[in-house]
């Protein structure tokens, strides 16, 4: 269950919109951006977010213009205790970016961007996408490692982890962090470094949106310029030898490889001859980065794992290797996903996996299995909050339809290939808990994690103001007082 579950909310009650009316005056002559309220022309279209599950009414949405925008949107919800949602991208799969009756600080607006080329670093606003700082880095020859859809926002992906097309070779999207500036639950503006408030910034690295809201990021750069990348079809008639093959060489690939293989139907596309349209296929795409004459010969045996139905990878750039994921990009559907970390690729677990994957297959079914390692493995488990460096690889399981699909099903059919994989599963990725919320966080964080995350959410957020995400749960019972200035 969701939180989405819990909440009843009549956006037409009587006395509860004028306690709205009265402060939302107020609230709405101190900040520079936008107060958009039920009834404005730009609500329809503000309400809404990426997944269709959640056909929400909040109360507000304030689109905020700048960090003290925020810092007013934050006191405000704090002193008139309403549900509060933060908004970046909009990707949340749990719904976490809306409510129904309360207050979206939405940062679509934060959208700055400063590169310095030089040093290889930058300075990233939270609104930002990724496809948009991968197409301003490009010309530089630089990139940052991030997640594989190019419209998700930075600030979600950048609290969670990050593990994304180039995790092998430059880690983790928090491994590039340098600093975070956040708006607190008491609304102050911190900074938080490894020298400034340095164990709120070991939290930030994969706690998730649990202790503020940035508002910017500093971040260290890499090179990008042009990759091997692309995707390779097979059929699935073999998926479970394929699979073996690909595991094998994944692992053993120099980190400038990283690679994803899929589990799903053949799209209907023109590169697909019409008669395999449909039918069950092995996917495996690849991102290779470094000397493009090595790549071709790192990535030729994952080309020749059967006959291909077809072979897209080649030299691209970087930027261009997000067409491979635009599914992912098409808002208003539904969608439901979990995700596991597997200590190694035993032959009993890719049984299974494709076994379990096949059982459901559809035209909604994608099935992910992620080799990791390389660099997000060499850095200490104990650096940041991300508690799965030493796993060899990862499952994301997902189906996502149009709102007229059967949503049960989509449940149904995710559930049915996540409790095949349980017994050789070891941990879940933060962003993909939608659902047993308090459950699955000891599944996220182990206890030693844990507790030092609860340690810093009574600090900086004792009365859980921030409880609208994957969230840890405080212990401490202060109040927190403030004015709207």
């Known amino acids: 269950m969701t939180y989405q579950d819990t909440v009843q909310y009549n956006p037409n009650e009587p006395e509860r919109r004028q306690i709205n009316e009265q402060m939302m005056d107020k609230l709405t002559s101190i900040v520079r951006g936008e107060v958009i309220l039920p009834g404005d022309a730009a609500y329809e279209t503000a309400r809404k977010i990426w997944s269709g599950n959640f056909d929400c009414y909040p109360a507000?949405?304030?689109?905020?213009?700048?960090?003290?925008?925020?810092?007013?949107?934050?006191n405000f919800a704090r002193e008139?205790?309403?549900?509060?949602?933060?908004?970046?991208?909009?990707?949340?799969?749990?719904?976490?970016?809306?409510?129904?009756?309360?207050?979206?600080?939405?940062?679509?607006?934060?959208?700055?961007?400063?590169?310095?080329?030089?040093?290889?670093?930058a300075r990233l606003e939270p609104g930002l996408t990724w496809g948009e700082v991968s197409n301003a880095l490009q010309p530089f020859g630089l990139a940052m490692t991030a997640g594989n859809v190019a419209s998700v926002g930075v600030g979600g992906l950048l609290l969670g982890g990050g593990v994304g097309w180039m995790v092998r070779a430059y880690g983790l999207s928090i491994d590039r962090v340098r600093s975070v500036e956040l708006?607190?639950?008491?609304?102050?503006?911190?900074?938080?470094?490894?020298?400034?408030n340095p164990e709120l910034f070991w939290g930030l690295r994969g706690g998730g949106g649990n202790f503020g809201i940035a508002t910017a990021f500093e971040v260290d750069l890499h090179p990008g310029g042009t990759v091997l990348g692309g995707i390779v079809f097979y059929e699935?008639?073999?998926?479970?030898?394929?699979?073996?093959?690909?595991?094998?060489?994944?692992?053993a690939a120099p980190d400038e490889l990283s690679t994803q293989a899929m589990l799903a139907l053949a799209p209907p596309a023109p590169f697909i001859p019409p008669d395999k349209q449909g039918t069950p296929i092995v996917g495996i795409l690849v991102c290779y980065t470094g000397?493009?004459?090595?790549?071709?010969?790192?990535?030729?045996?994952?080309?020749?794992?059967?006959?291909?139905?077809?072979?897209?990878?080649?030299?691209?750039?970087?930027?261009?290797?997000?067409?491979?994921t635009e599914v992912g990009e098409v808002r208003g559907l539904q969608h439901y996903g979990r995700s596991q970390f597997?200590?190694?690729?035993?032959?009993?677990?890719?049984?299974?996996?494709?076994?379990?994957?096949?059982?459901?297959?559809?035209?909604?079914t994608i099935v992910s299995l992620w080799v990791l390692g390389g660099a997000m493995?060499?850095?200490?488990?104990?650096?940041?909050?991300?508690?799965?460096?030493?796993?060899?690889?990862?499952?994301?399981?997902t189906h996502f339809a149009p709102l007229s699909v059967d949503a049960a099903s989509l449940h149904a059919r995710t559930q049915q290939v996540f409790q095949a994989l349980m017994p050789h599963a070891n941990g879940v990725y933060v962003g993909?808990?939608?659902?047993?919320?308090?459950?699955?966080?000891?599944?996220?964080?182990?206890?030693a994690i844990y507790d030092r995350l609860v340690a810093l959410k009574n600090q900086y957020d004792p009365t859980n103001l921030f409880g609208l995400n994957q969230n840890i749960k405080p212990t401490a019972s202060a109040t927190l007082a403030g004015t709207v200035k």
Request: hydrophobic share 45%.
């Open 236 to 251: 699935a008639t073999e998926a479970e030898r394929i699979l073996k093959e690909y595991a094998r060489l994944s692992v």
């Open 60 to 74: 507000a949405i304030v689109r905020c213009a700048d960090a003290e925008d925020v810092r007013i949107a934050v």
């Open 377 to 397: 493995s060499r850095v200490a488990p104990d650096a940041t909050a991300f508690a799965h460096r030493d796993k060899q690889g990862m499952v994301l399981i």
């Open 432 to 447: 993909f808990v939608v659902d047993e919320v308090a459950q699955r966080m000891h599944d996220v964080y182990p206890p």
């Open 183 to 196: 708006v607190t639950a008491d609304g102050q503006l911190l900074r938080a470094s490894a020298d400034e």
């Open 291 to 324: 000397d493009l004459s090595e790549g071709e010969r790192v990535v030729a045996p994952l080309r020749q794992l059967a006959t291909p139905i077809a072979d897209l990878i080649a030299p691209m750039p970087y930027p261009q290797i997000f067409a491979l």
């Open 342 to 364: 597997f200590e190694t690729f035993s032959d009993e677990m890719l049984h299974r996996l494709v076994e379990a994957s096949q059982s459901v297959m559809s035209p909604e």
């Open 80 to 121: 008139q205790g309403m549900l509060l949602s933060v908004r970046s991208g909009g990707h949340s799969i749990a719904g976490y970016s809306t409510n129904d009756g309360g207050l979206v600080i939405d940062l679509a607006h934060l959208r700055k961007m400063t590169i310095d080329p030089v040093n290889h670093t």
